[in-house]
């Protein structure tokens, strides 16, 4: 019996769209390249987890970037649960001049962000962000105390007359029902061993398969098939075995990220076959993130306490009246373990680092980055599996580097008021932030989906993750993602089967 809506990726654009979809009584099945997290001490072992292949991709994306002549592989981590098994739970949302060149308004998401915090459980303090954006419900819980780190930068950025709040976040804090968070350091870029993190697994799919949904995890969907202006099929790999597979739905909804997304259609021919086919790729967005070091005198987290709880928007909108874009925020984050710091230090310096790593602590400056149509996913050489991987050209504007610049200038200042003697800035190079290369807008010339995140000119074809983002705004992704997801969402559920 086919299904009625099959849904590629298990982030939060296919894990909402999939809770959406049983709880109006459709037959899901749910795609996902990797397989469910072994929730064991192996998870916390940075060994294993930053340095390691536990969930490592079996398949490398091609990257060239900040002006490589060449690509370089890419491997990224891959779980049922996606990027959200690893995040750090910020949950903030956009705000309404973000959706300025949208096709659809704050209004039109608002409610849907309100039902996203509700289901992810979010911890925060309405009112407490001075640049908090109108909403219709208080957050489901309120943010603890700062731990000590949190409050010496907490206590600096007061000093120079910044308005410093909580970080809204996605990590159970209270509900004595599930495990609860132990305040401790290995958190950001983890899976939870004890599952007090609410990631999706815990908080999301597990909900949507009580209602029915289906997983199948460690498969790769290679293309899908059409029938004209619609889609009646999507082959895929079996990883395990290698056999060629397929399966039928009346629905199809990609929710495979802002490189597996767009590479997914151009293999399968929308670039060609869709009137916004040109746009299956272009646009990449990332956030122009940058991390800065302060170097104390003293051990800034002796306790080895968590401590992502910072967050400042003082300067969000700077420079949207001269750039028309946010400049973004800053966030408390954390020191790399010990011993990754040693293994990416230069020969020679690694024990010194290494010891240096007790005496940091760290701001993440993330802004805004333009959607440039040169930023762009292509398709490169096949896999093990035979399917063409994401080849990725992206630079960085000159603009984005401004805004970027503009907040990292800041957070030294917050570093140094709370005591560090030397900053130093590091660039990221992941795409763990990535949105846009499928846009959504009001016409087929200006981007690849309509308003509701449909393939123009596919009846029955869905984009629900990130890629789907006109722009990037200056804050964390994935509570928009689950929001938009839960917006276009009935329209999936009441199109023509």
Not at 320 to 328: F, H, I, K, S, V
């Given at each position: 019996?086919?299904y009625?809506?099959v849904?590629?990726?298990?982030g ?5 769209t999939?809770l ?7 037959r899901?099945?749910?795609l ?5 997290v ?19 991709s079996p ?13 370089s ?10 990027s959200s098994v690893?995040?750090g ?5 956009m705000r309404?001049?973000?959706l ?9 998401l ?9 289901l992810?459980?979010?911890?925060g303090?309405?009112?407490?962000d ?7 419900a208080p ?17 600096a950025?007061r ?7 909580a970080l809204?976040?996605a ?16 958190c950001?870029?983890?899976p939870?061993?004890?599952e ?18 289906e ?11 059409t029938?004209?202006d619609?889609?009646?099929e ?6 395990e075995t290698?056999e060629?597979?397929?399966v039928a739905?009346?629905r ?5 990220g802002a490189?597996?997304t767009?590479?997914?259609l ?24 940058a ?7 003293r ?9 992502k ?10 420079m ?9 925020t800053i ?6 373990a ?6 990416h230090a230069?020969p020679?310096l690694r ?7 007790a005496?940091m602590?760290n701001?993440?400056?993330i ?14 050489e096949p ?12 630079e960085y504007?000159?603009?984005?580097y401004?805004?970027r ?6 957070a ?7 005591g560090?003697?030397?900053?130093r800035?590091?660039e ?8 846009g ?26 984009v629900?993750d ?9 804050v964390n ?11 276009v969402?009935?329209a ?6």
């Open positions: 019996m086919p009625d809506a849904i590629v990726g298990s939060f654009g296919g894990a909402f999939s959406a979809l049983t709880e109006a009584g459709l899901v099945l749910l996902e390249r990797g397989q469910p072994a929730r064991d001490d192996g998870d916390w072992d940075p060994r294993q987890i930053l340095l390691g292949d536990r969930y490592r398949s490398p994306v091609h990257v060239r970037q900040y002006g490589a002549r060449s690509y592989d890419m491997w990224h981590h891959e779980t049922v649960g996606g690893f995040y739970g910020a949950s903030l949302r309404p001049s973000d300025d060149r949208w096709p659809f308004d704050y209004d039109d608002e409610p849907h962000y309100t039902r996203a915090e509700n992810l459980d979010v911890y303090l309405a009112g407490a001075p640049q908090d954006p109108p909403r219709s957050y489901p819980r309120q943010s603890i105390d700062f731990t000590a780190p949190a409050r010496r930068l907490h206590d950025a000093s120079l007359g910044y308005r410093p709040f809204p976040m990590l159970n804090f209270g509900d004595e029902s599930r495990p609860l968070c132990v305040l401790c350091n290995t950001d870029g983890y939870c061993r004890i007090a993190k609410n990631d999706l697994t815990a908080m999301v799919l597990n909900r949507a398969q009580d209602q029915g949904l997983i199948r995890a460690g498969v790769i969907a290679s293309r899908l098939l029938d004209g619609r889609v009646g999507l082959e895929y790999v079996d990883a290698g060629v597979c397929s739905a009346s199809f909804i990609v929710a495979a490189l597996q767009p590479a997914l151009l293999r399968s021919g929308f670039d060609g076959r869709s009137p916004g086919g040109y746009w299956i790729g272009r646009r990449l967005m990332r956030h122009c993130n991390v800065v070091t302060g170097v104390f005198r051990q800034t987290n002796p306790e080895n306490t968590f401590h709880q910072l967050c400042l928007t003082d300067f969000y909108d700077d949207r009246d001269r750039l028309g874009t946010a400049t973004g966030q408390d984050i954390y020191t790399p010990r011993q990754v710091i040693e293994h230069p020679g024990r010194v680092a290494g010891w240096l790593s005496f602590q701001l993440l400056c802004a805004e980055d333009d959607p440039r149509v040169g930023n762009v996913v292509t398709l490169g896999d093990g599996f035979g399917v063409a991987t994401p080849r990725v050209d992206h504007s000159a603009a984005d401004e805004r610049d503009y907040l990292v200038m800041r030294r200042r917050v570093l140094k008021a709370a560090a003697w030397r900053t800035l590091y990221i190079d992941s795409f763990s932030h990535g949105v290369t499928v846009g959504m807008a009001a016409t087929p010339e200006e981007g690849a989906l309509d308003p509701q995140g449909r393939v123009w000119g596919v009846d029955n074809l869905w629900t990130g890629s789907a983002f006109p722009t990037s705004s200056g992704p994935s509570l928009t993602i689950a929001a938009n997801a839960l917006r969402a009935p999936i559920i009441d199109a023509d089967a």
